[in-house]
Each structure stands twice: as structure tokens, then as C-alpha cells.
């Protein structure tokens, strides 16, 4: 239980938009900035009321860019014993997802 929290507070303090820069910067990571890049500028295109599906969401990368509207993580929670799974929304595999897609107007696969 104690290394959950001290997972969550690395991941927190990992995402913030302090420390990002720094580890995601243009010439330090350029993949990843430009991925995150990306994923900002679409988060910003959607709508406060459309939902959002994030599939393989993994730690939640992305989820403080899509604040605004209703975000869904999806994952199938299967990796190394420190990653961090506890706030996935729904645990399945990909293929069998138990929502109606259709009802989840914008839908992003970031790898």
C-alpha cells in the first residue's frame, strides 16, 4: 500500500506541468514532446461535454490534457509489478471493451 502512494506521488510530480518541460522538452525527448504536443492540441479540440476514451492508458499520461471533458481510461493492466493501475476506469483487453464505442465520440490510441 505504501509503495502505491509513493508510485502516485512520482507519477504526480512526473506529470506536472513544472517538471514536464524538463523531462519532455524539444531537445531532450523530442518524441515524446512532439507526442505530447499533439495530444494537447487535440485534447483542446473537444467539446466539455463529449467524452473521451484513452485505450492502453496505462498511468494516465494523458489525462490531465482532457480535464475538461469526460475522460475514460481503459487498460488491460498487465505489465511490470511497480505501474501503477488502480485509477483505470475499465480493465479489459482492448477487443473486448464493454461499452458501446459509438457513445464515446472521440477515441485516441497514443503509443
Known amino acids: 500500500m505504501k509503495q502505491n502512494k509513493i508510485r502516485k506521488l512520482i507519477l504526480k510530480i512526473r506529470d506536472s506541468r513544472l517538471v514536464q518541460p524538463i523531462f519532455y522538452s524539444k531537445f531532450i ?3 515524446q514532446w512532439s507526442l505530447l504536443s499533439f495530444v494537447s492540441s487535440e485534447a ?3 467539446k466539455p461535454n463529449k467524452s473521451v476514451l484513452d485505450a492502453g492508458a496505462g498511468e494516465l499520461k494523458y489525462k490531465k490534457y482532457f480535464n ?3 475522460y475514460v481510461s481503459q487498460d488491460l493492466c498487465i505489465g511490470d509489478e ?3 493501475f ?3 476506469d475499465i480493465k479489459s483487453s ?3 471493451i464493454p461499452v458501446k464505442i459509438a457513445a ?4 485516441y490510441v497514443l503509443k
Open 68 to 70: 475538461h471533458c469526460k
Open 94 to 96: 482492448i477487443y473486448d
Open 104 to 107: 464515446l465520440i472521440t477515441f
Open 29 to 31: 525527448d523530442y518524441h
Open 44 to 46: 483542446s479540440k473537444i
Open 86 to 88: 488502480n485509477d483505470i
Open 82 to 84: 511497480q505501474w501503477y
